[in-house]
């Protein structure tokens, strides 16, 4: 099997040839120019195309994208103008934002789908190209409701007008439940179209290492039902939704379950998130669950030795045999604490990275 055959198998419950690997989310400049044997100044100029060149070095069967640091010297997505623009969030703030916003009939009716579909078709396209053998699928997090609007307000504006104005904040919910319907229509006219993979990453951090932040009832009531409304388009080309799930899930996995969601990336085993018991759920089709992961970039990728990395993967290989698929993935980014051998061993623990018998500058190598 080819890369893209490989994870397609993955992807549709079939048995690939050896089990798939997803790159993307390698957040280590420093490692990334070791792997591609580039200069810093080399790696800023096309952090892009230097990230995705680090991903056919270690052999990456595909990508959810390339992470790119927010600036130059940094390995975050974020920085402190991000906090700063929170902090500025008032209630009062957060309220008139929110009653600026268009209606949800506005924002539907605002749609213009041929229009954006030719964006999104060319914008895939490229990417594709780019990508060459590689699989490229994206991660999207705007293409379901956002529940819980921190990022951009601030925890403790947003969650205090969400407690005391709960009719009002349902409104910036529901507005994005309909552009993310919209988004999923892009995507599910061009898996119809034959050039997009049959699964995709989403979700949001609803829960801490202890649990949701909000109310379970709540979520029941107002957030899963437009999780549903959004991903329809979705379900009904038989694609499947693989949602992230970062901190303890488990009081809310028979609900996300219930939405029509087939699989789940993000486990924290320190919070109860084991693929040991994960691979007896099913879908709400009974189909076995697909899963992206388990590696962890808080625990073995990090702290552990490469013999550990390798026996992860091969415990996680072994625990979905027959009873999920499995796509290797992180839990998260791999930041530049992850020891460049171990992230070696991940890859080499499912036969795509071959290092070369000389002159490799990695794990320590001349």
Known sequence: MNKKERLHAAFTLQKPDRTPILGG?????????TLTRTTEDEY??????????????????????????????????????????????????????IDALPTPQEAEAAFDEEARYAEFSAELGAKQAQCGDILWCRADWDMIPRALWYAHFGYESYLTALALYPQRVRKIIE???????????LRARAIRDGHHPVAILTGEDISTQRGPMVSP?????????????????????????VWHCDGDYRPLLDDLLA???????????????????????????????????????????????????????QHAIEVC?????????????????????N?????????????????????GNP
């Open 25 to 33: 989310w390698l957040a280590a400049p420093h490692h990334i120019m």
């Open 44 to 97: 800023w100029a096309d952090p892009f195309g230097v990230g995705l060149q680090a991903e056919r070095v270690l052999g990456s069967d595909g990508v959810n994208g390339i992470f790119v640091p927010i600036t130059r010297g940094a390995y975050r997505c974020v920085d402190h103008t991000v906090l700063e623009n929170r902090a500025r969030y008032s209630m009062a703030d957060v309220l008139a934002e």
């Open 175 to 185: 507005v994005s439940a309909v552009q993310g319907r919209q988004r999923a229509t």
């Open 217 to 241: 009832e709540f979520l029941r009531k107002v957030y899963w039902p437009l999780v549903e409304y959004s991903l329809e388009p979705l379900m009904k080309v038989g694609c499947r939704i």
């Open 259 to 313: 939405c029509g969601i087939a699989g789940l990336q993000g486990f924290q085993r320190e919070c109860g998130m084991d693929l040991d018991w994960l691979v007896e759920r099913r879908t709400r089709n009974g189909d076995p669950l697909l899963f992206f992961g388990p590696i962890s970039v808080t625990t073995t990728l990090p702290h552990g030795t490469p013999d550990e990395v390798r026996a992860e993967v």
């Open 321 to 341: 045999r027959d009873k999920a698929s499995l796509v290797l993935f992180t839990s998260n980014t791999i930041t530049p604490d992850v020891p460049l051998e």
């Open 343 to 363: 992230i070696l061993a991940l890859w080499e623990a499912v036969g795509s990275f071959k290092p070369p018998s000389r002159g490799w500058p990695g794990a």
